[in-house]
């Protein structure tokens, strides 16, 4: 069986931090591994309209951004398909008919949709029955790719269940034609679900509470800065503080390394030996903080520059996307052609169907 993977974003805004430590870089490093036969990013534009659907400008806007943040990160289009989800009319075939093999209890049960349902006031306003299906939708991607793996962030862990369980009954019921994928998450816990700068409990382009790849280094110290609290308890310097449960720590988790510290902070080895000196008392917060803009900087900055390259080839840009799109649509189609044949709805490939309706006709009359 070949290695596949796919996976994919919403263009509902520019991509932040959290999509950088929760899946691009997994991604990059993945596509440079050799390991795969094929890695195919989905920008799941049909999937934003199902909470966008009176804005779908945003939609279209974002998507040249979502784009620019790829080839910004490394992604290269030389070794990695990036397609668009609405101009691939397979999926939305297929959605239809794995619609069929879920329950409306099974999707309201989905952890993940029902915050995302509290968060977007739906349960006061009236659910969209696309936004309550989109896990289906979900599914219907990653299958049309017989995708082996897809790398996400740890919220997508239930679509990604929900996707092996209509794998497999669609199996049991038309035989073997699906792959059951496999998820994959970041190994270290804080990059599974980066926390927004307000310390909410996940970076998100609907709360608002972003650091974005493409932000300028003003506006990156701006955020660290003026909207990250630490310890309310660590008044002084002297005061001993905590970090659990202070973003700043939390940040370093997931982005510092022992170089960074040899680099910037040498005072300490390592981030053991900085939490130590911060729990005891007599590390500023000040110093944490320079310490983490410091480390986004250089995370950063060969982003912004790599994205101003690619701002001024828009050209290049749509071209990229536009050949991903139709090999893409070249290997959803096959994938909907072998599943109407397990089904045996495809009808119009083959005239034996004449046969078999004039053998149940005459059948009929005997
Ligand atoms: P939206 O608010 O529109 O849903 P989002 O910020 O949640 O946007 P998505 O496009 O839904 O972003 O997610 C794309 C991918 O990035 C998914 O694999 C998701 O798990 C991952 N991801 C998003 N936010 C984070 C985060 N804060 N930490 C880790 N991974 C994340
Ligand atoms: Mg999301």
Request: net charge negative.
């Amino acid at each position: 069986m070949k290695n596949i993977i796919l996976t994919g974003d919403r263009p509902t805004g520019r991509l932040h931090l959290g999509h950088y430590v929760g899946s691009l870089k997994r991604r990059v490093e993945l596509q440079n591994s050799g390991k795969f036969d094929e890695i195919n990013i989905l920008i799941a534009d049909d999937q934003a309209l199902t909470d966008n659907a009176d804005n779908p400008g945003k939609i279209r806007e974002n998507i040249i951004n979502v784009v620019l943040d790829y080839l910004s990160v490394g992604l290269d289009p030389e070794k990695t398909t990036i397609c668009v989800q609405s101009a691939l009319p397979a999926l939305h075939a297929l959605t239809f008919y794995y619609l069929n093999l879920v329950t409306t209890a099974r999707l309201s049960r989905n952890p993940t949709v029902k915050a995302e349902i509290q968060m977007r006031g739906f349960a006061d306003e009236g659910l969209p029955a696309g936004f309550f299906c989109y896990p289906v939708s979900q599914a219907a991607d990653i299958t049309a790719f017989d995708a082996t793996v897809v790398p996400v962030g740890e919220d997508q862990l239930p679509m990604i269940e929900q996707t092996r369980e209509i794998v497999e009954k669609f199996n049991k019921i038309y035989g073997e034609t699906l792959v059951l994928p496999k998820a994959m998450i970041p190994e270290n816990e804080t990059q599974r679900r980066l926390p927004g700068v307000d310390g909410k409990a996940k970076m998100s382009k609907s709360l608002g509470n972003c650091i974005y790849l493409s932000d300028d280094a003003k506006t990156v110290k701006k955020q660290v800065n003026g909207k990250m609290f630490t310890d309310p308890q660590h008044l002084q310097i002297s005061d001993p503080g905590h970090t659990e449960g202070n973003v700043v720590f939390t940040y370093l988790d997931a982005f510092c390394t022992d170089e960074h510290f040899a680099e910037f902070l040498p005072d300490y080895a390592n981030l053991e030996e900085m939490k130590e000196h911060y729990r005891r008392g007599g590390l500023g917060d000040g110093t944490c903080k320079k310490f983490l803009i410091n480390i986004l900087e250089e995370t950063l900055s060969p982003i912004r520059a790599e994205r101003a390259k690619w701002e001024n080839d828009i050209d290049a840009v749509y071209d990229i996307i536009r050949a991903g799109t139709l090999k893409a649509q070249e290997t959803t189609n096959a994938t909907l052609a072998r599943v109407r044949k397990a089904m045996r709805i495809n009808y119009f490939d083959d005239r034996a169907i004449i046969k078999e309706w004039d053998k149940m006709l005459k059948a009929a009359k005997q």
